[in-house]
């Protein structure tokens, strides 16, 4: 299946976007009458097929539109302290993506190496980790702010925070129940600091483990995200 995104799929034609454009035509070698499926990222699966090509655009037109289901009954929002280097941070993006999540929030902290994205780049990421990965639900990226201000938000679903330091914890998967949302905060590669961690827990936030070896930050967020999704099989 050649899966493309296309944020509005309301219209019976549309003209591709211009990064799908180029994939489907110089990439792909598609021409006028092949058949290929679209996304909106937030569930529509059109099939379509090839109508016009021209120098830099694609038109297509809907053979046809359905809005898919949701694959998981728990929704998992992941709050994570972007990585110093930027590339690993974008491989965090990718594969929990292709595992399942469905809100990202980086957030600045007391330990944080860097304190600046491009969300741009990073949708770019999503986008490309969702189309391999064969799904209809783009992950929600949002700004980028400080963990206080995030903490300060009033939550209603239960709330981890992943902990290195000597506080008590429980391991992630005698904590969570199955089938329940959950938001979970990966700290930086300094993890959290004790300050932090009281805040959290002030917030109704539970302190975890993901074991017992010391994780980069894009590792623990891996872990942490595939461990909600085994528990959930």
């Known amino acids: 299946m050649n ?17 799908e454009a180029r994939h489907c035509v110089q990439v792909l070698r598609l021409k006028e009458g092949d058949l290929l499926y679209l996304t909106n990222g937030t569930g529509i699966l059109a099939q379509a097929q090839i109508v016009g090509t021209y120098k830099r655009e694609v038109e297509v037109q809907i053979v046809e539109r359905q809005q898919k ?21 974008e491989w965090f993006l990718e594969k929990v993506t292709e595992i399942g999540v469905d809100t ?18 990073l949708e770019k990421v999503l986008i490309a980790a969702m189309k391999q990965s064969l799904k209809w639900y783009k992950p929600v990226l949002n700004p980028l702010c400080r963990l206080d201000d995030f903490l300060a938000e009033p939550l209603h679903v239960p709330m981890a925070i992943a902990y290195c330091g000597t506080a008590e914890r429980q391991l992630l998967k005698s904590y969570y129940q199955v089938g329940s949302d959950i938001v979970l905060l990966i700290g930086p590669e300094g993890d959290f600091s004790p300050n932090e961690v009281e805040k959290a827990k002030a917030s109704g936030a539970a302190v975890i483990s993901l074991g017992e070896s010391r994780l980069r930050t894009e590792t623990a967020g891996v872990v942490a995200c595939h461990t909600i999704h085994l528990l959930n099989q």
Not at 69 to 89: C, E, G, Q
Request: proline residues 11%; glycine residues 0%.
């Open 3 to 19: 899966l493309y995104y296309v944020p509005e799929i309301n219209a019976d034609r549309l003209i591709l976007p211009d990064e």
């Open 69 to 89: 289901p949701r694959d998981r009954s728990y929704a998992l929002h992941m709050v994570i302290a972007p990585t110093k280097n930027i590339d690993r941070f």
């Open 104 to 121: 990202i929030t980086p957030v600045i902290t007391e330990h944080s190496e860097r304190k600046d994205i491009r969300p741009d780049r």
